[in-house]
């Protein structure tokens, strides 16, 4: 997998386009196992190194890695975050893009590769950021009652200037496990919008001048309430207009705009109205046009441009499973879009609005890959337990026996409204070069077909998701693409409900089970320090009778029977996970192995080096070997079989 993921000669990351056309990236060679930041000037011939993030804090011996950047506006200065051992908490340093100089200031506990990120205010003075009080993941307080804060160039680090938060503003009720978080979109915002974030789609909203900010005058007022059904923050001030993604009475969404002066949501322009079995992804915002990214089953991606109140679609150069969009300013006509399947590499482009063409745009090598070229992939919808069909997504080799001999990996998530988008991975593609079927089901719980289909797997309609993930197995079952016996199941973090119920409820019809960072005893989440609280509008709270029993319902740990033989268990954790504690997969692990039927093999990999999104380098590939080599192992792979079985103990 090393040598195939490896073919490009340098990796990139992170890129930030500027209005200039100068570049701003983190970048790593072949062989190297961290990112650099660099800076490439519109017509410099070389890049220059900015920051190497193995010299800070040399004396502490931490390996650091870099996780978020983000230049001022006028280039002179880049905020880079800084964190260790998989910890996600960060240290913001300041660094001046002409002399390469770290300012003699340390911003700690911030967190800007979630939250809204750094936002730098339109004069460069200085940027919003959102502060964590608590930086200890086993305190109590961990991840509650964070504030906004602004930072201005040549202040004292120490002195926190609170903008936004339950600290500033009691009068807006903010809940301790609410994340008050700021966003400023471009260099001649008037406004910043103050979001009340968590895991659900729908926030309540406030703004602002971002002058009264700037004096010290915190004047914010309600932009929107929860009720209102906007997306999260795909949203932005153009001039005095707000243009947002609307979900009200479109569980596809919709494009809308208001008028700072009336805000009147319920009679919204509409810019582009909601497309049936296509869900809006994102949107772009360029000087003449807007783009809008949709998605049919989340599998199918299209491009759309909207322009002198015309919606059109675009020609795209490629059949595309999944389309990313950036633009350098929304005073700018410049687009590039990035295209990617489960079979073809991420290609990027550069589209021209005028002449309505493309062309290619790659920021690394433009790498070919011949082994992968006799590989298929099937897109099928499969009636669930319900009748409702499920989108499964079947990758395997064209000359393909469906003799129910071949080894199976489904990989499947089905929380928070995210799906599984196509995307292309020499890792997972290698697994099928090897004789297996990958096989990805599109679960509700999951965005992939709208809000309604995220509700489809939600709190007390959670079950949907697991069963949906059973029925799918059972379809490729009966139709003989593989067995019982060589059938694996894996998901991550909250998609450990879905393949520890499907194991508790299903035993007999998995061979391997295997879970990373994965939520396994919900029923006790709410508990947890920083993970629990902002949970609660995802899963639901014991002190809900109604959600109680929901929980109870999607908790594996609790389902787990003596007197029953269990599929084969790999868990993984990482020890500075600050959202999914490890103890949840180490109860599980312990309960499976205490079972008096067990027959087959459960095993538990602690990392103490990494956090909840796992390790960078080389490291990567050692740890999806693994699970690989356990699901080969336990689907009866000839070429993956011990020479000296072991027993469960």
Known sequence: MYEIDNRKSFYIKRQHLTENDNQFNLKKNVGESYYKLFYKGATDSEETLLFDPKLYKEETQLDYEINYIKPSWDEKYIVVSLSYSGKELSELIIIDTKTNAVLPVILENAWPSSFMGINWLPDNSGFTYLYFPESDPENPNF?????SVLYTLGQDSK???FIFGNKTNPEFNIKPT????????????KYIIGYLSGVDNFWDAYYTKIEDIKNDN???????????????SNNLFVGDDFIYMSGKDADNFQLASVNINTLNFNAPKILFKEKEDEVIETYSVNKNAIYVSTSKFGIEANLYKVQDNKTTKINLPKKAGRI??????????????????WTSSNERYKYDNEKETFTEAYLTDKIEYPEFENIVVEEISVPSHDGVLVPLSIIYNKNLKKDGNNPSFFYGYGAYGDGVSPFFSPIFLQYVKEGGIL??????GGGEKGEAWRLGG?????????KDLIACTEYMVVNKYTSKDRTAIYSGSAGGIMVGRAMTERPDLFAAVISEAGVLNPLRMETQPGAGGSNIREFGTVKDSTECMALIEMDAYLHIKDSTDYPATYLTVGMNDPRVV????????????????????????????SGHKGSSGKKVYEEWGNVFSFALWQTKHPDYQLNNPISKK
């Open 439 to 444: 096989c990805i089901p599109h679960v509700r």
């Open 143 to 147: 991840k509650r009652n964070n504030q």
């Open 159 to 161: 002195k926190l200037n």
């Open 324 to 341: 990313s969009l950036s633009n350098k300013s929304i005073h700018f006509n410049d687009l590039w879009i990035s295209i990617s399947g």
């Open 458 to 466: 939600f709190k007390s309609t959670k079950p949907n998701t697991w």
């Open 218 to 232: 915190l004047n914010w007022k309600p932009l929107y309430s929860k009720e209102e059904k906007i997306k999260t």
């Open 178 to 189: 609410e994340h008050p978080s700021t966003s400023i979109n471009s260099s001649n915002d």
């Open 582 to 609: 490890p103890w949840e997969s180490g109860k599980f692990a312990a309960r499976l192995q205490n079972s008096n039927n067990l027959k087959k093999p459960v095993l538990l990999y602690a990392d103490f080096e």
